[in-house]
């Protein structure tokens, strides 16, 4: 059904989408939080990794606005959306972290993967 719509899998549509945003972030599009609406509380989901994953990757930056990745201790942390975009980003080309504007950077992401 995929191929018949000509739709890219899931897992790249959804870190192109947490690229894009990430991208936003950085470049200040996206406006900032009001404090009211911070005091929601989320329950913490368990994911199991089923690819493997290599130590070099997390800390390999191949773009020159690359981002400091911490080393992470727990698996929701491992997950979450900040190290798990923050790994994607590093892996970027120059050329596409550094895209001049958001269509530019959408333009280029099929490009990467």
Same mark, same amino acid.
């Given at each position: ?22 991208? *936003? ?20 989901? /368990?994911? !199991?990794?089923?690819?493997? /994953? ?13 981002? *400091?990745?911490?080393?992470?201790? /727990?698996? #929701? ?6 190290? !798990? /975009? ?13 895209? #001049?504007?958001?269509?530019?950077? *959408?333009?280029?992401?099929? #490009?990467?993967?």
């Amino acid at each position: 059904m995929l191929k018949d719509l000509e739709l890219p899998p899931l897992q790249d549509r959804r870190r192109s989408s947490r690229l894009i945003f990430l991208y *936003k972030v950085i470049e200040g599009k996206v406006p900032a939080i009001q404090t009211s609406k911070n005091n929601m509380q989320v329950k913490a989901k /368990t994911v !199991k990794d089923f690819q493997t /994953t290599n130590i070099i990757d997390r800390y390999s930056i191949n773009n020159t606005r690359g981002l *400091k990745v911490k080393s992470v201790n /727990t698996e #929701q942390y491992k997950y979450s959306f900040l190290i !798990k /975009t923050a790994v994607d980003w590093n892996h970027l080309d120059n050329s596409i972290a550094c895209a #001049q504007t958001i269509e530019g950077f *959408k333009s280029a992401l099929p #490009q990467c993967y």
